[in-house]
C-alpha cells in the first residue's frame, strides 16, 4: 500500500466528503423540524459542525479498512444519522418524503456548486492541481451519495421516499424491510448490483443534469 497515495488522497478527499455528510444530515434535521418534528434540533444535530454528524466507525474506520483491504478499489462508509420522529411529522407520510429528499438534494446542490467552482478555478487560471482535483473529487462524492441514498430501500433516503409515495397497504409491506435493509443493500452492493443496475445509469443522468445546468458558467469561464 502507497501511503503517500493514501496520504494525498485523504487530502483530496477530506474536505468534500465532511462537506457532503455534514450538509446531507443537517438538511434532513432541518426539513424535519421545518414539518414539525424538533428531535434532530433538541439533539443539537441542525448543525454544520461536522463532529456532530461524525460516526467513528462508519465515517472514519470502516473506510480506512476497506482502502487498505481492497488497495482502494472499493469505499463504503455512513454519517450518524439524524433522528426523526416521523409521527411528529404534520402530515406524517406526506412529510417524510421531503424529509428523506433533503439530504440527497443537499448533495446535488453541492455538486453543482464545486463544479461550479472548478469552472471559476479553470477560467481564473488556476493550474494547481491539487484544488482542481479537489473541486473534481466534490463532484464525484456528492454525485455517488446522491445515486446511493436514493436507492430505493429502507432505510435509505430513496426507500422512505417509496414509502411515503406507495399506497398504505404496499407502504407498510416495503418499511417492514427496514430492519435488515442495512444488509440486504451490503449484499446487493458487494454483489454488484447496486453499482451496475442503479449507481452506473442514475450518476451518468446526474452528471448529464450537471452538464447542462453547468454550461451557462462554462460558457462564461470558459
Known sequence: ??????????????????????????????????????????????????????????????????YFATSGAFLFGYAKPVPVRFGNLRNPKRDMIWVALAGPAANFIQALLWGVLLFVLKGSGVSEPFFLQMAQGGVLVNVVMFAFNLFPLPPLDGGRILVGLLPYRQAEFVSRVEPWGFFIVMGLVIAGVVSSLWMRPLMALTYGLLDLLLTPVAMLFG
Open 1 to 66: 500500500m502507497d501511503i503517500a497515495h493514501l496520504i494525498q488522497t485523504i487530502a483530496l478527499y477530506a474536505l468534500p466528503v465532511l462537506f457532503a455528510i455534514t450538509v446531507h444530515e443537517a438538511a434532513h434535521g432541518y426539513v424535519a423540524r421545518h414539518f414539525g418534528d424538533n428531535t434532530a434540533y433538541v439533539l443539537g444535530r441542525v448543525t454544520l459542525n461536522p463532529l456532530k454528524h461524525i460516526d467513528p466507525m462508519g465515517t472514519i474506520l470502516m473506510p480506512l479498512l476497506l
